[in-house]
């Protein structure tokens, strides 16, 4: 049993991959890679040959250099043999250096690859381009994602030139283990969906590496394997320049001759297979739904036949809930290294973004015989012993009693079970002994060579580092396991018992008493000896909608009318739905168009110029099975958003509440949030411009920033707490202007962003400040400390969440770090992008003592010069 325990355990570690995530050097550099395993088409002089062409290295001559002058018409390559199947998602190269000597190196590339080192395929953008550009020096390093990435264990890097030249080249590579084991899948093409009134959507699977051949799809990879989640709306993409549907492979019911899609995958080796994870839109209301069932067959080996008992699973399909969502197929276990599934459609189209499969790495046969009286075919070690028994040549002698080998095996299961059960009892006992014992697990190493890019290309170049960090001497990162108390967060409550006996040295750091958070006086900041965690006090403080609420001091609610609200009744009817953006417990968030609102409002009203266009607004929409108190919240909502009137800050337009569902207007901004309208951007360059690709400048991010501040200076200034500042939570116009919301929460979107604390409260842990984490305690000085994590959002263009390798219960542990100051806390790493008196600047806003945060009126003094007027 505790093998299979093990084997289970295994089979859960290997989950779906994020390109975001998988970027660990594979081991040039460090020599994990070792030399025998470099090779080249030739080498100049043995001292610049393959072995030579590691990043940031100087053996030899200094990089590895092809033999002669690269002719534009040669095919040089330099081949590297990762040792198994790898996810590659990162190139990194640099030219030949040697000391200052040197001066060869590549302009440009080309990549090709390999699962066998036999079948070689050419690795092409989404766009459809082979060719990388490289360096334009002989000592900085380049770093280019890899869009698509690409599944290998051979790859071959091949320069590029328009005349002949001397070429040299060093060498990294990023990515991760490849656990899932698929080396290819065979699927039909995908189609083109014509609806009327709706942009054409073309469903096939644009980055297949393949052949295609009578629209049939067969002996490669693409789409389905490359990390790319498609969202809810399958026309809309997480890729720029491509067209609507391109994040999904889709096929229409009745177009193939049958009510199914057909799919094979083939693997490395045989696996046990635990279960398959298929990732797939349900957008019901355009005809697309979930299959509806799957049957999927084994072979055991790909010469074999089709074992005759498939796998069959139902799913549950849902017509209330249009999200995209992964449906778990369980394989029970079955021995493979083929499958063949069909999916059978449950409407008019299927379509499908990603598919993975969960498996054990030590093959057990699906057929076990109980009793053996022949050597088994199979090695020894790869059968479980609990399963093996050989039979006594005496025992013909022996009374056959059919029962006894019954009773043996029932007695032999119980005393393995009970063993078992002892072993784990005693090793729990020891564990919690050592680590009532032990100090607490930190992370000893911080995170400071990062390869998140904000775009395609990086120069790797050494930024000025605060004092505080410090860098670590290896290339790759590490994140050490935590104390598992930090798994239950209510541990918190006893994890830090320092905090009781520091707290009125250092927690009372100013700012202004939330409604209902426990009041901080100089001489008590606390009403017991045991500081309490956030949720006690968040959970009454998150609007209706599920969204945050401004917190706003010495407000009362005892009371609200109609009559306190100072905004117009709007008609109801002239509110045209569009899309829900998100929901929550009492509540929804949609956007809408409002016909008549400038007539409505008059002159002097905050709406962009729309053309004659209808007005996009945001509608806050009460449930009509609310609570009274939510109905109360959200009157109170109302009355808070109405007293605010800022540019730089969403404003409340109108409401409907004669009448049931209680309604709130407010202001929604063409170009969506700051979020993902940076993060589908790229840094303003000629080749932006040559290629046509949205880009932003400095000076545009320069002047996002002052507005940020500027609208949070005003909050301020009237003691309000936002307690959720973030690029999500900032809407932007097509003048660039950014309004301040507090919706972000809401939506599906950013889940991801909240961490959820025993199934009810949700917090934004990665831009909280220690104090608000461990004390439960908002106030100005934490909206400060959320600034500086904005403003890193801005400078990496929102390509990479905050403290992105560290997990929940990580970022939980840091705070802890914060609060002891004891320098071994991990802080963001500064931007590329970044000027460093802005980092600097950002450092301040992270600042462990509350008093040394910077107000944002300095904040917004600070960052105003740097705006060209």
């Not at 006594?392 to 299961?413: E, F, H, M, R």
Request: hydrophobic share 35%.
């Amino acid at each position: 049993m505790l093998f299979y325990l093990l084997l289970v355990f295994q089979a859960n570690a290997n989950a779906q991959i994020d390109p975001a995530h998988c970027r660990y050097p594979l081991g040039m550099e460090d020599g994990r890679i070792q030399d025998h395993a470099i090779t080249a088409s030739s080498q100049w002089y043995e001292t610049t040959g393959p072995q030579y062409a590691r990043l940031n290295r100087e053996e030899g001559d200094g990089a590895w250099c092809p033999a002669g002058l690269l002719q534009p018409s040669d095919t040089q390559y330099l081949q590297v043999d990762l040792g198994q199947l790898t996810f590659l998602t990162v190139v990194g190269t640099q030219g030949r250096y040697a000391r200052n000597s040197g001066k060869e190196f590549a302009r440009m590339y080309r990549l090709n690859y390999s699962h066998d080192g036999q079948l070689w395929r050419s690795w092409k953008n989404r766009l459809g381009n082979k060719t990388m550009e490289a360096n334009d020096n002989a000592y900085v390093s380049v770093i280019k994602d890899l869009h698509p990435p690409i599944i290998s264990r051979y790859v071959r890097l091949i320069p590029v030139t328009k005349m002949p030249t001397t070429v040299c080249m060093r060498l990294e590579l990023y990515g991760c283990p490849w656990h899932d084991g698929l080396t290819s899948y065979s699927s039909p093409e995908g189609q083109l969906m014509m609806p009327p009134g709706y942009p054409i959507a073309s469903l096939n699977d644009s980055t297949y590496d393949g052949a295609h051949e009578r629209r049939k799809l067969s002996g490669g990879l693409g789409q389905l394997t490359d990390g790319v989640i498609g969202q809810d709306d399958f026309l809309v993409t997480r890729q720029y320049h491509v067209w609507p549907g391109y994040d999904y492979v889709g096929w229409r019911n009745g177009s193939l001759g049958s009510g199914y899609v057909e799919m094979e995958f083939v693997f490395d080796k045989q696996r046990n297979f635990t279960s398959m994870k298929v990732h797939s839109n349900n957008m019901f209301y355009r005809g697309v739904k979930i299959f509806s069932s799957v049957s999927c067959s084994f072979k055991p080996r790909l010469i074999a036949t089709w074992e005759a008992e498939p796998v069959e699973f139902r799913t549950v399909l849902d017509d209330r809930n249009p999200s995209a969502r992964y449906v778990t197929v369980p394989l029970g276990r079955r021995n493979a290294k083929a499958l063949r599934c069909r999916f059978h459609f449950a409407d008019v189209w299927m379509m499908f973004s990603e598919i993975s499969f969960q498996s054990a790495d030590t093959v057990i046969p699906t057929q076990i015989t109980p009793v053996v009286t022949s050597p088994w075919p199979m090695e020894e070690s790869s059968m479980p012993t609990t399963h093996k028994t050989v039979t006594n040549p005496s025992a013909k002698d022996q009374p056959d009693d059919g029962n006894t080998p019954i009773l043996i095996g029932c007695l032999v299961t119980i005393i393995l079970l009970l063993v078992v059960i002892i072993f784990l009892i005693l090793w729990c006992q020891y564990v919690c002994k050592v680590l009532e014992k032990a100090p607490r697990r930190i992370l000893e190493e911080e995170v400071t060579v990062r390869l998140s890019s904000s775009s395609d290309t990086i120069i790797l170049q050494t930024p000025p580092v605060p004092p505080r960090v410090s860098q670590m001497d290896h290339p790759y990162e590490r994140v050490f396991l935590l104390d598992p108390q930090y798994q239950d967060p209510a541990g918190l409550r006893n994890k830090l018992p320092e905090l009781s006996r520091s707290a009125e040295t250092s927690a009372c750091g100013g700012g202004y008493a939330e409604p209902d958070v426990t009041q901080c006086t100089p001489h008590q900041c606390f009403q017991s000896s045991v500081p309490h965690y956030a949720e006690t006090d968040i959970v009454s403080l998150q609007g209706v909608t599920g969204s945050n609420m401004y917190a706003v001091p010495a407000l009362t609610v005892d009371s609200l009318t109609r009559k306190d609200i100072s905004v117009a009744e709007f008609p109801r009817h002239r509110l045209l739905f569009r899309e829900k953006l998100g929901e929550g417990q009492f509540g929804e968030v949609h956007l809408c168009e409002a016909e008549g609102l400038p007539e409505f409002l008059g002159e002097g009203a905050p709406l962009p110029d729309r053309d004659g266009r209808p007005v996009l607004v945001a509608v806050k929409q009460l449930r009509a099975d609310a609570t009274n108190n939510a109905r109360n919240d959200f009157l109170k909502e109302i009355k808070i958003m109405s007293r605010l009137n800022d540019p730089n800050i969403i404003q409340l337009l109108c409401v409907c509440v004669s009448s049931d569902p209680l309604c709130m207007v407010t202001e929604y901004m063409d170009n969506g949030d700051l979020n993902m309208f940076l993060s589908q951007r790229e840094m303003e360059s000629t080749l932006t411009h040559a290629n046509n690709i949205p880009a932003v400048s400095l000076s545009d991010l320069l002047h996002m920033s002052v507005q940020i501040s500027s609208g949070m200076r005003y909050l301020a200034s009237l003691n309000f707490v936002h307690r959720d500042l973030a690029t999500r939570n900032c809407l932007l116009d097509r003048r660039l202007t950014i309004k301040i919301a507090d919706f972000g929460m809401s939506r599906n979107l950013y889940s991801s962003d909240y961490y959820r604390i025993q199934g009810r409260a949700v917090l934004p842990i990665r831009w909280m400040a220690w104090e608000s984490i461990l004390l439960g305690k908002f106030t100005t000085a934490s909206d400060v400390w959320a600034f500086g994590v904005t403003l890193w959002e801005i400078f990496t263009l929102c390509k990479e969440q905050p403290y992105s390798l560290l997990s929940d219960e990580q970022v939980i542990e840091n705070t802890g770090e914060f609060f002891r100051n004891q320098g071994r806390q991990i802080f963001l790493f500064a931007p590329l992008l970044c000027p460093p008196s802005l980092f600097e600047l950002m450092m301040r806003c992270w600042d462990r003592d509350i008093a040394d945060r910077p107000t944002f009126e300095g904040l917004y003094q600070a960052l105003r010069p740097h705006v060209v007027q």
